[in-house]
């Protein structure tokens, strides 16, 4: 049977997807092709969305970039004709073979995602799918898959690296008869988005997942804890889960045993510190999503006061593999202490921006060059930022660090949900330390002091170094103000908030000091301390730069060189871009 | 519980592992922990982070309200961190903390004169202590409030609005209005201390007086020959009169303070020989700056015609005014200069120039002043200076003088003046005042032992300590200072007293405690747009000598303000400073941790304060964020009306919806008021701010409902008090752990708002004569011994209110039974809520309540009925909602839906009128089901009847009757019939919009069958509306029993009661039951303490026949009106006395305030009480009490605050019988009646003042 698949992940979509599906289905039903024409999630290399892979019956083709048009000339050329479309083709066979963006990459998690349809539970059974549950329901005892687990050396991928075993253990020694576990799919970090991804492209994985976890501790109730930001995995895991129902691998007595367990979804409003687990299951409890102290911990007071197990996306994918293959499947990859892989969302001044699962040990470097392909206009690298707001940057320089959970944490960074923003010249990390600040003083929820007025504090300083109006003595009260918030907050959000702030006073405090002293943002970010002029040598008076400012104020006379009234500039750069003859000189 | 060992400080203790950090510490006294979101009624939280405690081995620092030991655990509460987070912690709240904690008025004057306080203290027409609170840092408001330079006024936030409040003006006010009979502080013993004050000035006399007040002999020694300074030879007359100086010298003086003038510091004597050789223990220099500046000009000192201004004003007031001619000018532009050109022109001078080298704008004399003087003629030339003197001979003929220009200062000070070449102008003059500074005459310090000066001559002492640097010897004022203002001076001087005081003590001079203050303008500009709200008023124009009455003399040309002025000009205060400055946690942490702020000045958020709801204000900018109004209103109330809105910086907390709270389900408890550590949530008090004035505690009982809460008054003087409990322990710690209803919170205002009755009278044919208590006594006496002679002493009734105390009840009971041999006693509100004292002899014996509040949460399964929560007994409902919490199963039966109705399992919504219906079909289930003791019948009598009684109410004919559908009522039965649940029934006798006449009967039906009588955790619940209604039974208030709920049957008991009453009381004691038939046709003299039986037409009919009638009351209404003999009646705050409670809980509550009535209720009632039976004598509560402990057998044991007859109901039954019995009854669908008004002035308030105003 021929297929053809298009990839419609939230980032296939918005690169006009279902424009691309539309097309593909018409040009299929006018010629009356034999081709079955299926959705798929995001293979993770978004970059070269819309994907379309065209299945003839022997090999598989993957276009890139597809539009409209593109699709009805693959359709009218390859699929009709039997000539592929050279050009837009990225590989022919496996790609993982085929295009460095995969070669690097080891596949647990995002092993199906953009090659199943994640709408289809039998395309999931097809390969392996609730192989793993029906193993476990069928030869383990809960301690058993405890200790499977255990083995395995998973650790959370939500960002603190919790074993995952020890979790479950404590949630199973936990005395009761009801008990809860939670997926957590509030992937909150800015630039992250990896439990979305497959969320929307294997939803089904974690649903098997989490069965694999109610049947270790105990649990006959489960919550899928999805941010109302993600409306497709919202509505594939419904599909999922219907499915799932009608299959009888949800409800009273599943796989034929008498194992019980049911599956709700609840949709967060959108509060980044419901990521944190008791403010997560305080909003599922109705209330406002505010962390409370611990402990107790969820596991021995969680949900509506019962035992209670909370998991990231990314690790209850996992699990299915692992019981499936077992423990040494699993930590054959990554390190001693960081076992298996880790999917990375790789954004920023990168070539190829996308999702990118490798395994623990790599190396920064090979990230960003081997399946990144390097630095977009081939700009110098400057850093990374790992960890979203909680994280912080690693500079170029140690570009070597082997990632996994500990090595990270050395740095001042950490793993956390696996964001991965790649910086280059152009990137002021005074302003960058800034913007991360700035979201989660926003989005902290006012809890406690430090957090809600420290916070608040710090970003001012920023506010006022990146304004040129910082004073010596503010880069010792940022990080004593820093220190002090970090020592003294109840939850994570809190306490890693000052991160960004602190690894970029530890790598690079000359930055600060050519803002505060010098009064000088060398990555010419900061509009405050820039400053732009017209060489009159170089203008040749071809009036486009005055055309472009918004503020009138670069004035001259045709053919004349120009000039800028700095009184009058606000400095959004619009002539400095326009320039083609590099006249405009910015300092 | 095991305890483990942990190290706090170095030192190891057992503790519990239950506690927390925080309770361990604090308990065992080890430190006090500073805490803002933690309390010990709610659940840890830890959001403030001010708990903080060090773990060794842990990075983090711990929030000790919220972290359990563990053992072996090590724990620094004080180390270097710690102290260090907490300061930050706090600084980053105070920093976000839009508010003033006094107002910038206060905070702004240099003698730190309580200015917003003495405002509102005068605004509530309490002079005397407005004058008081001056007096405390000023002894010179006579003078002072008249010539200040009122730095409180520039910086009053009015001045944003329109104009400043007139502070000064009101403070001269106060001062005036005790010049007839001056106050008089009290001198303490002497302390064998003497000082020397140099300088019988401002600073030098406040130093004395402040001194004086300390118990130290003074002497002032003044080298002119009067005393008052500057004050005297400063100012002029027409300013200041110097007869009004002379009286508050005189009572500075009045202290004892010893005065000599004409003695000069290094003519006369020296700084040795007054250590030395006279042996004062200390000196105090206040030598001023008396020495007029020169102006620098050649021949300056050499011309005749020119005088400085100083020696001008000084030599008015020593050889009187001089006789002026021609023209004089001034040069200068501060007081001095005005002061000068104003005199010169009352001495006679055709007309009067003042040169100044800046422009009016610059001028650092008072506005006013310089206004004044323009008015009466004073030609002011602006920007010119003099240049040069133009002299005939040796005598001034003119001057010349250059225009000026003014630049900018470069260094940020005020514009400099510069002489403008060729501009040169002359003015004619006949004499020139210079005056344009003063410095300090250093002469006296040319002795040996000298004190150290700076190089312009002033002396330089400790900031804080006023030491100079010759041990002993210290300084302030103008001679510190150089020439600045009265009010520094006396700043000053009272600071250096404080000084010198301690160094008298112990040998070290004292410094003032550092203080914290929060304001407003500290972090961010006061806009006009935040205080849009307030309306604009006029300032009160100060009342002047007409121009033309001013020249040629010396009149006082400001005159003062009158009494409606002064009244009116309060009311522009806008009260900045806070109302819970000495409750306020955060203010008292910012003392102790010695907070900088500057480093966090930042953005800040700004609110408009919430005074939508009629008695609580809502000031968001003083909100912390600690959650403790949220989480006592949703997890102690379960009303929920508060939450967090936004996030990040911008977090708050505030209604829900963000709505006004009377639109969210508030119940106007207030409990958020005693939750908020600091003043963002507030009463909205009646009368003005006074939070500066301390206050005490006084722990009471609330005088409302029956349930006997306790509650705090925060009491600042006789009539200036609220309700505040969250700063006493006990009453925090009570049955209502502090919690109160809106009644309990708000009821209170009727004794602050209601005019009292506070003379007794005697009223013939409508006219009122107001006599003495003797007479009033003896009248009432006469008159119901003649009546007695006429129609016997049965012809007397006695009527008590239920509020009254448990000693007012049994003495009254005693003046009818004992004194007047009358049984008829009983209460109007009984009357009027039907309660027969027969109906439940035979099952429980008296209708109070068998179990307790404790016993009721513990149990299965809580049915109300006839109760409204929504109005009546809040603190139950949070009782019943959190045994609904901890698993009890809630039924509700109300025909309405109440407060509590959602919080119910089951809402069984019954026909008014039909729960007698409902309870009788449940006893026939229960008969039916045979879940009852199958021996009952052997046990209680009347069981085949019973049967019978409720045989005809089958299901569908309750269901019908009942209005409530099968399946609600199918649920009520299961839930009921359960043999396994305990059962705990909870009513109010005394609603009548519910019950039917027997609905109490058929509900004890079927406690009795069901043996939940006395059970654990089972029984009924008794409330009554009233907070001695339980009392008034136990005392025999009652027609049908004596104290202790003996009946006429019980003859042993009746007979021990008459022997210590050494009454005959089987003669008198009938048990007859009174209604009001029997009231109208018995009753020809009638005594009411405390009701108003004349608001009720029931009442008011059965007092037909009455021939006298004496009304006791706290207040005038109906009743007062048409009695005979009117008495004042102490109220709740002015009497000591027990009141028992609805769970028999007896308390004991302590007199507040002295009795306004001039007489104690107990003491009048025992007046009247001496016309028939010999008086009581001694300490009368005390003694009732012990009585009442002999004659009521329950209350022999009973220590106040324990519940009485603990096992009385443990038979199951009715005690003393010996064999109880069903109630039967015919039953009835008709409720009751509607309620009428009270006959209670205080609920009447309450209803109409409190519940109209929140729409409840």
């Known amino acids: 049977m021929k297929e053809i698949m298009i990839g419609l992940g939230t980032c296939g979509i918005s690169a006009g997807g279902l424009e691309v599906m539309k097309t593909v289905k018409e040009a299929v039903k006018e010629r009356n092709l034999e081709v079955e024409v299926k959705e798929t999630g995001c293979m993770g290399n978004c970059y070269a969305e819309v994907l379309l892979e065209y299945f003839d019956g022997k090999d598989r083709f993957l276009y890139s970039r597809v539009t409209s048009e593109k699709a009805r000339k693959i359709v009218e050329e390859h699929v009709l004709k039997g000539n592929p479309l050279r050009d837009s083709l990225i590989s022919v066979g496996d790609v993982a073979d085929q295009i460095d963006f995969f070669k690097n990459q080891e596949r647990i998690v995002l092993k199906n995602c953009g090659r199943i349809d994640p709408t289809s539970i039998d395309e999931y059974l097809a390969c392996d799918g609730y192989a793993a549950i029906r193993k476990v329901l069928g030869e383990y005892t809960p301690a058993q898959v405890v200790d499977i687990v255990k083995e395995s050396g998973l650790r959370g991928r939500g960002g603190a690296g919790f074993p995952t075993g020890l979790k479950w253990q404590l949630a199973l020694q936990a005395p009761g008869n009801k008990k809860y576990v939670i997926c957590n799919a509030d992937e909150g970090d800015p630039g992250a988005f990896m439990d979305r991804s497959v969320l929307e492209g294997n939803p089904h994985a974690v649903i098997e997942g989490m069965i694999i976890a109610a049947y270790a501790i105990g649990a006959d109730e489960g919550y899928i804890y999805v941010r109302a930001e993600y409306p497709k995995a919202i509505e594939r895991l419904r599909t999922a889960l219907h499915d799932c129902t009608r299959k009888g691998f949800l409800g009273e007595g599943i796989f034929d045993t008498d194992f019980t367990f049911n599956l709700k979804i609840k949709e967060g409003a959108g509060a980044f510190v419901c990521g944190e687990e008791t403010a997560l299951m305080a909003s599922i409890e109705g209330k406002r999503g505010m962390p409370r102290i611990r402990p107790p911990f969820p596991a021995q007071k969680g949900l509506w006061g019962k035992p209670t197990n909370i998991n990231n996306v990314e690790t209850l994918a996992n699990v299915p593999f692992i019981l499936l293959n077992g423990a040494r499947a699993f930590n054959r990859f990554g390190t001693e202490k960081s076992a298996g892989t880790k999917v990375f969302a790789l954004a920023g001044k990168v070539k190829h921006s996308g999702l990118a699962e490798v395994p623990m040990g790599i190396t920064i470097h090979d990230i960003v060059f081997k399946i990144g392909g390097g630095i977009k206009q081939d700009k110098k690298f400057k850093a990374v930022q790992m960890g979203g707001p909680s994280g912080g940057c690693i500079p170029a320089r140690m570009a070597d660090l082997k990632i996994d959970y500990d090595e990270l944490k050395k740095t001042g960074a950490i793993m956390g949900s696996g964001g991965m923003i790649v910086l280059d010249e152009d990137t002021c990390m005074v302003d960058l330390a800034k913007y991360f600040l700035t979201f989660t003083q926003n989005e902290s929820c006012g809890k406690c002091t430090f957090c809600r007025i420290g916070t608040k504090r710090m970003l001012e300083i920023l506010e006022r170094i990146c304004d040129g109006q910082g004073k010596e003595s503010d880069m010792d009260l940022l990080e004593d103000l820093a220190n002090q918030i970090i020592t003294t907050s109840l939850c994570g959000l809190g306490q890693s908030a000052p991160n960004p702030v602190l690894t970029t006073l530890k790598y690079f405090r000359n930055e600060y000091e050519d803002h505060i002293i010098h009064k000088k943002c060398t990555a010419h970010s900061c509009p405050s301390l820039v400053t732009y002029t017209i060489d009159p040598d170089k203008c040749t008076g071809c009036t486009l730069c005055a055309r472009k400012c918004p503020t009138d104020a670069i004035t001259g006379d045709k053919k004349k060189p120009h000039v800028l009234d700095p009184s009058l500039c606000i400095k959004c750069g619009n002539c400095y871009d326009a320039c083609n003859f590099d006249a405009v000189i910015r300092t | ?1256």
């Open chain 2, 1 to 1256: 519980m095991k305890k483990i060992e942990i190290t706090i400080n170095g030192k190891k203790y057992p503790v519990n592992p239950a506690s927390t950090i925080y309770e361990i510490v604090t308990e065992k006294g080890i430190d006090d922990i500073p805490t803002l979101c933690h309390e010990e009624r709610l659940e840890p939280y830890g959001s403030c982070f001010v708990c903080v405690v060090e773990v060794e081995g842990q990075k983090k620092l711990l929030p000790s309200c919220s972290t359990r030991p563990r053992e072996g655990m090590k724990i620094q509460t004080r180390s270097e961190r710690v102290i260090r987070a907490r300061k930050t912690a706090l600084e980053l709240l105070f920093s976000n903390h839009y508010a003033d904690c006094i107002g910038p008025c206060t905070h702004n004057c240099p003698a730190s004169v309580d200015a917003q306080t003495y405002i509102a203290l005068i605004s509530m027409g309490k002079h005397d202590e407005a004058l008081q609170l001056v007096k405390k840092t000023n002894p010179f408001p006579l003078a002072i409030g008249r010539v200040c330079v009122r730095d409180c006024e520039t910086v009053c936030r009015r001045c944003i609005i329109d104009e400043p409040v007139a502070i000064n003006f009101l403070k001269r006010y106060v001062a005036d209005a005790d010049l007839k009979d001056m106050w008089s502080p009290d001198i303490p013993r002497g302390t064998g201390k003497s000082v020397a004050v140099i300088g019988g000035g401002p600073s030098g006399l406040t130093c004395a007086y402040y001194l004086r007040l300390q118990g130290h002999r003074v002497r002032v020694f003044e080298k002119l020959p009067e005393l008052g300074g500057m004050f005297r030879y400063g100012i002029p007359e027409y300013r200041l009169p110097k007869d009004i100086l002379d009286r508050e010298i005189q009572w500075i003086l009045n202290t004892g303070i010893e005065a000599e003038c004409n003695r000069e510091l290094g003519r006369d004597f020296t700084l040795d020989s007054l250590l030395k050789e006279q042996g004062f223990d200390a000196v105090y220099l206040a030598v001023g700056a008396q020495a007029g500046s020169s102006m620098r000009l050649e021949h300056e000192d050499d011309t005749g015609g020119i005088v400085r201004g100083v020696e001008f004003l000084r030599d008015c007031q020593i050889k009187g005014n001089p006789e002026l001619s021609g023209t004089v000018i001034v040069v200068g532009g501060g007081n001095t200069a005005i002061d000068a050109a104003r005199t010169a022109l009352r001495c006679g001078a055709d007309s009067v120039k003042l040169v100044y080298r800046r422009s009016i704008k610059e001028m650092p004399a008072h506005e006013a002043e310089v206004k004044a003087a323009r008015e009466e003629g004073v030609e002011m030339h602006f920007l010119s200076n003099p240049k040069r003197l133009i002299r005939e001979g040796d005598r001034l003929k003119a001057i010349e003088c250059l225009k000026m220009e003014l630049v900018d200062d470069e260094k940020g000070g005020r514009p400099r003046p510069v002489p403008i070449a060729g501009s040169e102008f002359t003015i004619e003059c006949s004499l020139c005042i210079s005056a344009i500074g003063q410095k300090v005459d250093t002469t006296f310090n040319d002795s040996p032992t000298r004190c150290d000066l700076e190089s312009w001559g002033t002396l330089i002492v400790r900031e804080d300590t006023f030491e100079t640097s010759v041990k002993g010897v210290f300084a302030g004022g103008d001679a510190v200072l150089g020439p600045w203002t009265a009010v520094a001076a006396i700043g000053h001087g009272r600071r250096a007293a404080e000084a010198i005081s301690g160094y008298l003590k112990t040998g070290r001079a004292s410094k003032p405690p550092v203080r914290f203050y929060s304001f407003k303008h500290n972090l961010a500009e006061v806009t006009e747009s935040e205080l849009s709200h307030h309306q604009k008023i006029k300032r009160e124009k100060m009342p002047e000598l007409p121009l033309r009455e001013r020249k040629e003399n010396f009149d006082e040309v400001e005159l003062g303000f009158s009494r409606q002025q002064a009244q009116k000009e309060t009311l522009r205060c806008l009260e900045c400073g806070c109302t819970e400055y000495h409750d306020c946690a955060l203010r008292r942490y910012a003392d102790e941790y010695q907070l900088d702020i500057s480093n966090y000045v930042g953005e800040v958020r700004k609110y408009q304060v919430d005074n939508r709801h009629p008695f609580i204000s809502l000031d968001a900018n003083k909100c912390i964020n600690c959650g403790r109004c949220i989480r006592t209103c949703s997890e102690m109330l379960k009303v929920s009306a508060l939450g967090f809105v936004y996030r990040g910086f911008s977090a708050v907390a505030r209604p829900a919806m963000e709505n006004a709270l009377m639109e969210t389900n508030c119940i106007s408890c207030g409990n958020c008021i005693d939750a908020c550590p600091t003043g963002a949530i507030t009463e909205k008090y009646p009368y003005k701010v006074v939070g500066t004035l301390p206050r005490e505690n006084h722990a009471s009982i609330c005088n409302f409902c029956s349930l006997g809460c306790n509650l705090n008054y925060r009491k600042i003087s006789d009539d200036i008090y609220y309700i505040s409990n969250a700063q006493n322990e006990a009453v925090l710690r009570s049955h209502n752990q502090g919690y109160l209803c809106v009644k309990g919170r708000f009821g209170y205002r009727h004794l602050q708002e209601l005019d009292r009755l506070l003379k007794p009278a005697i009223q013939r044919e409508g006219k009122p004569r107001t006599v003495s208590m003797e007479e009033a006594v003896q009248h009432t006496q006469k008159r119901i011994r003649d009546l007695v002679e006429k129609y016997g002493p049965g012809s007397i009734g006695v009527f008590a209110s239920p509020k009254l105390s448990n000693e007012e009840l049994y003495l009254l009971n005693k003046l009818a039974r004992r004194g007047i041999g009358t049984n008829r006693i009983h209460s109007f509100s009984n009357l009027l809520s039907g309660l027969h004292g027969d109906r439940v002899d035979r099952s429980i014996g008296m209708a109070v309540s068998t179990t307790d509040f404790d016993q009721m949460q513990e149990s299965d399964v809580v049915v109300t009925f006839n109760t409204d929560f929504t109005e009546e007994n809040h603190i139950i409902a949070q009782k019943i909602k959190s045994a609904g919490k901890r698993g009890a199963r809630i039924i509700e039966i109300n025909s309405n839906e109440t407060k509590l109705t959602p919080f119910a399992h089951l809402w069984v919504d019954t026909k008014r009128g039909t729960n007698t219906v409902l309870f009788n079909g449940l006893v026939r289930e229960v008969i039916r089901q045979k879940c009852h003791d199958p021996k009952v019948g052997d046990r209680i009598d009347n069981f085949p009847r019973l049967k019978e009684q409720v045989e005809e109410f089958d299901p569908a004919e309750v269901c019908r009757l009942c209005g409530v559908s099968r399946e609600v009522y199918d649920e009520f039965i299961a839930q009921l019939v359960n043999r396994e649940h305990r059962v705990t029934l909870v009513t109010n006798i005394d609603n009548l919009k519910e019950k039917a006449e027997h609905d109490l009967d058929a509900a004890l039906n079927y406690l009795m069958l069901t043996g939940r009588v006395g059970q654990p955790h089972s029984g009924i619940i008794v409330l009554r509306d009233y907070s001695n209604s339980t009392g008034l039974m136990d005392m025999g208030v009652h027609p049908r029993y004596l104290p202790g709920y003996v009946t006429p049957e019980e003859k042993t008991e009746v007979d021990r009661i008459a022997r210590l009453w050494e009454a005959d009381l089987p003669a008198v004691f009938t048990g007859e039951e009174m209604t009001y038939d029997s009231i109208r046709e018995n009753i020809r003299g009638a005594l009411v303490f405390g009701e108003n039986p004349f608001s009720h037409m029931e009442s008011v009919r059965s007092l037909a026949n009455v021939e006298f009638l004496m009304v006791c009351d706290v207040y005038s209404c109906e009743s007062t009106e048409q009695a005979e003999v009117v008495l004042p009646m102490a109220n709740h705050l002015e009497k000591t006395g027990s009141f028992t409670s609805a769970e028999r809980r007896v308390q004991r509550k302590e007199r507040m305030n002295e009795p306004r009535t001039g007489m104690d209720n107990l003491e009048l009632i025992n007046r009247i009480y001496s016309g028939f039976a010999p008086a009581y004598r001694g300490d009368l509560p005390a003694v009732i009490l012990d009585e009442i402990r002999r004659v009521n057998r329950y209350y022999q044991e009973v220590r106040p605050g324990d519940i009485w007859g603990r096992d009385l109901f443990s038979a199951g039954h009715a005690p003393r019988v010996k064999k109880p019995a069903f109630a039967l009854f015919p039953t009835s669908t008709r409720s009751f009646r509607q309620k009428d008004q009270s006959i209670l002035l205080s609920e009447k308030y309450f209803v109409t003042k409190i519940k109209g105003k929140l729409m409840l």
